[in-house]
T-cell receptor, first 116, second 109 residues
Framework: NAGVMQNPRHLVRRRGQEARLRCSPM?????VYWYRQLPEEGLKFMVY????????ESGMPKERFSAEFPKEGPSILRIQQVVRGDSAAYFC??????????????FGEGSWLTVV | GQQVMQIPQYQHVQEGEDFTTYCNSS?????IQWYKQRPGGHPVFLIQ?????EVKKQKRLTFQFGEAKKNSSLHITATQTTDVGTYFC?????????FGTGTQLKVEL
C-alpha cells in the first residue's frame, strides 16, 4: 500500500516561472491537503480538497496560487510567476474521512521548491 | 490566528538524558496530536490525545494532555540519537490541522 506520493521531490525555478507540484493520495483516501513549510518553521495549512471540489482554501495566498484535485489523476498545486519567497517545502497529505474530533492525516515526503 | 505555542524552541541534550517539550494553547482543545519530523523529512504522526488528563506511552515516549485541555507535553526518557528531529504538537480543527511552533531536538554523543 503505497503512501502519499509527491513529485517532483525537488524543483528549481527561476523568478517568474511556474511551478507545478503533484500529489497522489494514499489508496482509498479521498481528501487531500496541502501545507507549506518555510525554513525553520512549522507547517502552515494552505488548502483542503476533495475530488473536484475545493473545500477550504483559507490558507492559500490570494494571488498566483491555485490547487485542484480532478476526478482522475493527482492533485496539483500550481504557483504562477514564482518569487524567492515561495521557496519552501510543500507537503501534501491525505485522509480517508473527517470527523469532529480531528482526523489523522498522512503526509507525503514533500516537494522542495527553490526559486533562484 | 489561534496559535499553539511550544517551548523550548531548541533543545540540545547528551545521549541518555531526558527531554521534555511543552505545548500551550489559549483555547480549549478538542484533541491534540503529536508529530515528529526528522531533518529533511516529512511529519510523521505519533499519537492523538482526546481526554482530559490523558496519559499515553510509547516505549520511551510519554504524552500527556492537561486537565483543562489547554496544554500537552511530550517526555522522552533516555534520549537516543534516533530521537533527533523536530516535535510538533498539532491541534485538529475540523479538516485543518494547526501546527505548533515545534521543538527541535539535537542529541549529542
Amino acid at each position: 500500500n503505497a503512501g502519499v506520493m509527491q513529485n517532483p521531490r525537488h524543483l528549481v525555478r527561476r523568478r517568474g516561472q511556474e511551478a507545478r507540484l503533484r500529489c497522489s493520495p494514499m489508496k482509498g483516501h479521498s481528501h487531500v491537503y496541502w501545507y507549506r513549510q518555510l525554513p525553520e518553521e512549522g507547517l502552515k495549512f494552505m488548502v483542503y480538497l476533495q475530488k473536484e471540489n475545493i473545500i477550504d482554501e483559507s490558507g492559500m495566498p490570494k494571488e498566483r496560487f491555485s490547487a485542484e484535485f480532478p476526478k482522475e489523476g493527482p492533485s496539483i498545486l500550481r504557483i504562477q510567476q514564482v518569487v524567492r519567497g515561495d521557496s519552501a517545502a510543500y507537503f501534501c497529505a491525505s485522509s480517508p474521512t473527517t470527523d469532529r474530533s480531528g482526523n489523522t492525516i498522512y503526509f507525503g515526503e514533500g516537494s522542495w521548491l527553490t526559486v533562484v | 490566528g489561534q496559535q499553539v505555542m511550544q517551548i523550548p524552541q531548541y533543545q540540545h541534550v547528551q545521549e541518555g538524558e531526558d527531554f521534555t517539550t511543552y505545548c500551550n494553547s489559549s483555547t480549549t482543545l478538542s484533541n491534540i496530536q503529536w508529530y515528529k519530523q526528522r531533518p529533511g523529512g516529512h511529519p510523521v504522526f505519533l499519537i492523538q490525545l482526546v481526554k482530559s488528563g490523558e496519559v499515553k506511552k510509547q516505549k520511551r515516549l510519554t504524552f500527556q494532555f492537561g486537565e483543562a485541555k489547554k496544554n500537552s507535553s511530550l517526555h522522552i526518557t533516555a534520549t537516543q540519537t534516533t530521537d533527533v528531529g523536530t516535535y510538533f504538537c498539532v491541534k485538529g480543527g475540523g479538516n485543518k490541522l494547526t501546527f505548533g511552533t515545534g521543538t527541535q531536538l539535537k542529541v549529542e554523543l
